[in-house]
């Protein structure tokens, strides 16, 4: 959710030092990001690629996948077609109850809302997905 805190990316996102020091590099801060800390630099902005928060170095851009886009289109395809096939094999309430990570992106079933975050930030009563797909 936009705005939610997004804290599960490296030890230390919560403001307090990270215990080691290593590079954080984000391909996907379109909307939001996946990281804890970020900020997108302009890929031409040579005078200050990187940033550091909590003593880790940052370097964070929008679309780095484009810059190779072929590539990313296989790694892509490559890392989402066993979940595409499990679906069309499978069906979809069939194939998100045997797979826990299909099934974590399942936001509403059956009109009720299956993700905590979205039902908290609407004032929505929360279900498990796991009790909707018997």
Same mark, same amino acid.
């Given at each position: ?6 804290? /599960?990316?490296?030890? *230390?996102?919560? *403001?307090?030092?990270?215990? @080691? &020091?290593?590079?954080? &590099?984000? +391909?996907?801060?379109? &909307?939001? !990001? ?5 900020? &997108?630099?302009?890929? #031409?902005? +040579? ?14 851009? +929008? ?6 886009? @072929? ?19 499978? !069906? ?6 045997? #797979?826990?990570?299909? @099934? ?18 609407? *004032?929505?009563? /929360? ?8």
């Amino acid at each position: 959710m936009e705005g939610e805190s997004k804290t /599960f990316a490296y030890p *230390g996102g919560s *403001g307090q030092p990270a215990k @080691r &020091r290593f590079g954080w &590099r984000g +391909a996907a801060a379109g &909307r939001g !990001g996946a990281e804890a800390h970020h900020a &997108r630099n302009a890929q #031409d902005d +040579a005078s200050e690629p990187t940033y550091v928060v909590d003593g880790i170095v940052h370097y964070c851009v +929008a679309n780095m996948p484009g810059a190779v886009a @072929r590539t990313s289109t296989f790694a892509l395809n490559h890392a989402t077609l066993p979940f595409t096939l499990a679906l069309a094999d499978k !069906g979809w309430r069939e194939a998100l109850k045997e #797979d826990p990570h299909l @099934r974590a992106g399942l936001n509403v079933c059956d009109g009720k809302v299956t993700c905590e975050p979205v039902a908290a930030a609407h *004032g929505l009563k /929360f279900v498990s997905a796991e009790s909707l797909l018997v």
